[in-house]
């Protein structure tokens, strides 16, 4: 459902504007501050939405019908791509014993994210300003 897909991105684009402050902070590892606290939190809840996400991307294509369905599908490939990915260079510091502000900087900076957060953007945009189907349906 578009409702799914567009709740992940949602959680992603917050978890992304959380790390974006944590990499502010300058700390040396996340027992060195209450935000250290919440970053692991933010990249497991990040970690878990992007496992299958691309699952509620090919939903919302067809729950909305969205046509021509193959260039659609051709980016759901794209947007499985960039999620898993993304999922493993998360996952790499998730498993590190300390999350610094430089280390979460430099995943900040990884183009597997920024590729990613980009994928959410554009279909999200798409999801956002199609008109509903049953909107649609009544102006005929």
């Not at 992940?8 to 700390?27: H, K, P, Q």
């Not at 970690?47 to 699952?55: D, I, M, S, Y």
């Not at 493993?88 to 610094?100: K, N, R």
């Not at 920024?114 to 008109?131: K, M, N, S, W, Y």
Request: contains cysteine.
């Amino acid at each position: 459902m578009a409702i799914d897909f567009l709740e992940c991105c949602d959680l992603l684009e917050r978890c992304y504007e959380f790390l974006l402050g944590y990499a502010a902070l300058g700390v040396p590892g996340d027992e060195a501050s209450s935000a250290g606290a919440q970053v692991r939190t933010q990249l497991q809840q990040a970690w878990e939405a992007l496992n299958g996400l691309a699952e509620s991307c090919r939903q919302a294509i067809t729950d909305q019908q969205l046509e021509p369905a193959t260039k659609y599908q051709g980016f759901c490939s794209i947007l499985e791509r960039d999620a898993r990915d993304s999922a493993a260079v998360i996952e790499l510091v998730l498993a590190q014993p300390s999350i610094s502000s430089q280390l979460v900087d430099n995943l900040n900076a990884s183009s597997h994210l920024r590729a990613l957060l980009t994928d959410l953007f554009v279909f999200g945009e798409i999801l956002r300003t199609r008109p509903k189907l049953g909107v649609v349906a009544e102006a005929r």
